[in-house]
């Protein structure tokens, strides 16, 4: 579906505006490069509404499919313009009301590269105008908003890329701004690079270079915080 669902599809005598804003939900989290995921969009404040549109901009991903929810959305509620500018458009037969966190349907992305979500998806009106139409007409505005899950404890992640041959990045959570030890081991048990960290609350990164490493073949690497102690495998290729 294409231009303004609200003319084109409900043919009101006139337009009205309205103040209302329907918010569609979405749980941010991290994707690995090549990695396929599933999106689920919620209801926020989803009452009376009759129909929205909106243009979904990806970046770092693109976009491989919909599944639907309570709602009806299929492949034509879709208008892929390129792999990473979508359309999206639906439209009830009488406004419909729903609880919040209702799952309307399910969007499927593949990621370029690691990313999180939050970074990734965004909706505007570069194609198709942000608009929503409750039961009478009138036309509101539709935002997304991806929840962002606190973080409550200290989580490693594995390294990207790997295997790698120039550089790599090594990132964790932190559920509290801490001190802590990041060090990267040979298989022998010899300490080849030891970094004392003053970390930030949530997401922290260190890039490590093959050069800053001097050898390749299996490596380890070590973070230290407190009473948390977790090591991971990692790859380094001539």
Do not use: W
Not at 47 to 69: C, E, H, W
Request: hydrophobic share 40%.
């Amino acid at each position: 579906m294409s231009g303004n669902a609200a003319s084109s599809v409900m043919n009101p005598v006139a337009e009205a505006r309205s103040s209302k804003v329907v918010v569609l939900g979405m749980e941010d989290q991290e994707l690995k490069a090549g990695e396929e995921a599933e999106l689920a969009v919620m209801a926020g404040n989803f009452s009376d509404i009759a129909g929205f549109q909106y243009t979904m901009n990806l970046k770092g991903a693109n976009y491989v499919g919909i599944r639907p929810g309570a709602l009806e959305m299929t492949r034509a509620n879709v208008g892929l313009i390129s792999k990473d500018e979508v359309t999206m458009s639906y439209v009830g037969k009488e406004g419909i009301t729903l609880g919040e966190g209702t799952v309307l349907y399910t969007i499927i992305v593949k990621a370029d590269r690691a990313v999180k979500v939050s970074e990734m998806i965004s909706i505007g009106s570069a194609v198709t105008p942000a608009e929503s139409y409750i039961s009478d007409f009138a036309v509101g505005r539709v935002s997304l908003e991806v929840r962002t899950a606190p973080v409550t404890a200290i989580a490693l992640m594995q390294n990207e890329p790997n295997p790698f041959k120039g550089q790599t990045t090594i990132s964790f959570n932190m559920p509290n701004a801490a001190a802590a030890t990041l060090s990267v081991y040979d298989v022998t048990g010899k300490v080849v690079s030891a970094r004392i960290i003053q970390t930030n609350k949530g997401l922290n990164s260190e890039i490590f270079t093959r050069e800053q490493l001097g050898a390749s073949g299996v490596m380890y690497y070590t973070l230290k915080s407190g009473e948390f102690t977790a090591t991971k495998k990692m790859i380094v290729i001539e």
